[in-house]
């Protein structure tokens, strides 16, 4: 990766973000990272100072995103958009789940991911010039009980990145859906023992 280049990363406070910011950093890249912890926003803002810059916003929050997006593409568009920001519910069958529990998975999972592109992707789309990666999961290509909301979630991711893929490939812009397997994240704490065990069952390594 090109020193220089400008990255927008969204859940960047924690997990698959906090270790995509250090890559990202210190391959030379000016990074420009949001999250809706202030404590780790904050925590960022010391360990990346300028040029990077770390930013508190809840993605499901269009006023907020619209104005991170605002400030952030005063000198240009990233030359890559990362959607990292996701939850996950807990374990439970789906009728048994709290509304809201299973609307936040969709709001940050999915509609935080779309406020997200529509702020950025006009400015990218106007330079001709840019590469977007949408975090999916192995749960948006496959199954497991008890996390039926969180799969969805991210099918949709899926679905979305496809059609906007199709939108974007004659303006120069490319779109591309990332599964990663599964990694051992604050997020995946929230897995029972069986789940982990069905998880690890299907991982070569043997280990998350």
């Not at 069958?93 to 998975?105: H, M, Q, S, T």
């Not at 977007?132 to 099918?155: E, H, M, Q």
């Amino acid at each position: 990766m090109s020193k220089g280049l400008k990255v927008v990363l969204t859940g960047a406070t924690r997990g698959l973000g906090a270790a995509m910011l250090e890559g990202f950093a210190a391959k030379g890249c000016v990074v420009h990272g949001c999250g809706s912890n202030t404590d780790g926003v904050s925590r960022l803002a010391k360990a990346y100072p300028n040029p990077h810059g770390f930013d508190v916003v809840d993605v499901t929050n269009a006023g907020q995103v619209a104005r991170w997006a605002d400030k952030v593409l005063k000198d240009g568009p990233p030359d890559l958009l990362v959607n990292n920001a996701a939850v996950i519910h807990s374990p439970a069958k789906l009728w048994d789940l709290p509304a809201a529990e299973w609307k936040r998975v969709f709001d940050v999972n999915v509609l935080g991911m779309v406020e997200v592109l529509r702020a950025f992707v006009p400015a990218m789309v106007s330079k001709r010039k840019g590469v977007i990666v949408n975090f999916s999961s192995t749960w948006g290509r496959s199954t497991s009980p008890d996390v039926s909301l969180y799969c969805a979630s991210k099918y949709a991711v899926e679905g979305l990145t496809k059609s906007l893929a199709q939108e974007l490939a004659a303006r120069n812009v490319t779109v591309n859906a990332v599964a990663p397997g599964f990694i051992a994240t604050p997020m995946t704490d929230v897995l029972n023992d069986k789940q982990k065990e069905a998880i690890l069952g299907r991982v070569p390594a043997g280990k998350l």
